[in-house]
Nanobody, 116 residues
Framework: QVQLVESGGGLVQPGGSLRLSCATSRTIFSIYDMGWYRQAPGKQRVLVAIISNAGMANYADSVKGRFTISRDYAKNTVYLQMNSLKPEDTAVYYC??????????WGQGTQVTVSS
């Protein structure tokens, strides 16, 4: 059974930073694209950032210049560094592993709350 284990969420003040982590198996990590999505209350889940297994990253316009996605092949972990956080970044953040023609996998979600 594929597992994506997330950590790093929490409460932070506007302008602050958090780093989310998502660990999975080497089998998945080595060939899948890894991404972060978020879902705010009453809204649909949307893509925040994605990084291909070759290391190419793409971001939602709303987080460009503030968030950075990266992957550590030694630890089979993908990170989302979030800086200059805003209240509108408040959401449950989900780690995602996807590959064309294969199943898509999701983490359990981690809450990020940006509030003073």
């Amino acid at each position: 059974q594929v597992q994506l284990v997330e950590s790093g969420g929490g409460l932070v003040q506007p302008g602050g930073s958090l780093r989310l982590s998502c660990a999975t198996s080497r089998t998945i990590f080595s060939i899948y694209d890894m991404g972060w999505y978020r879902q705010a209350p009453g809204k649909q889940r949307v893509l925040v950032a994605i990084i291909s297994n070759a290391g190419m990253a793409n971001y939602a316009d709303s987080v460009k210049g503030r968030f950075t996605i990266s992957r550590d092949y030694a630890k089979n972990t993908v990170y989302l560094q979030m800086n200059s956080l805003k209240p509108e970044d408040t959401a449950v953040y989900y780690c995602n592993a996807e590959r064309w023609g294969s199943s898509t996998y999701w983490g359990q979600g981690t809450q990020v709350t940006v509030s003073s």
